[in-house]
């Protein structure tokens, strides 16, 4: 059976988001942590580049989740906020979305969601 015609129906509820973000969020606190540490004793970065490639795949999952496209200078919104987080903003249509908190990008993703279903 092919599944060239497969339709994505996965969803994700704004609680089960948000407990994504948390596990995230504890991963980054104790990699900075551990960073600090390595730095006091020696020059060192630390980044464990497995755990490090587990988070970006797990934002592009929820990316695709979300309909939030790829951009090729920052990944989708959810990398960007990752990374840019807690001064990530994005300006849509001359409004901007200040995405200070995983609740913050999830409501400013569910309507995006919900803006392009209205144009379909």
Do not use: W
């Not at 309909?67 to 990944?75: F, H, I, R």
């Amino acid at each position: 059976m092919s599944n060239e015609n497969f339709v994505n129906t996965v969803s994700i509820t704004k609680e089960e988001f948000l407990d994504v973000f948390k596990t995230i969020e504890k991963y980054q606190k104790h990699s900075d942590v551990l960073d600090n540490a390595i730095r006091t004793v020696g020059d060192g970065y630390f980044m464990f580049d497995a755990a490090e490639s587990l988070v970006s795949t797990i934002c592009k999952l929820l990316g695709i989740i979300m309909d939030s496209p790829e951009d090729p200078n920052y990944g989708n919104d959810i990398e960007y906020y990752i990374y840019e987080s807690p001064h990530a903003s994005i300006t849509v249509d001359e409004k901007e979305y200040k995405l200070d908190s995983p609740e913050a990008l999830y409501d400013y993703l569910y309507e995006m969601k919900q803006l392009s279903n209205k144009e379909v």
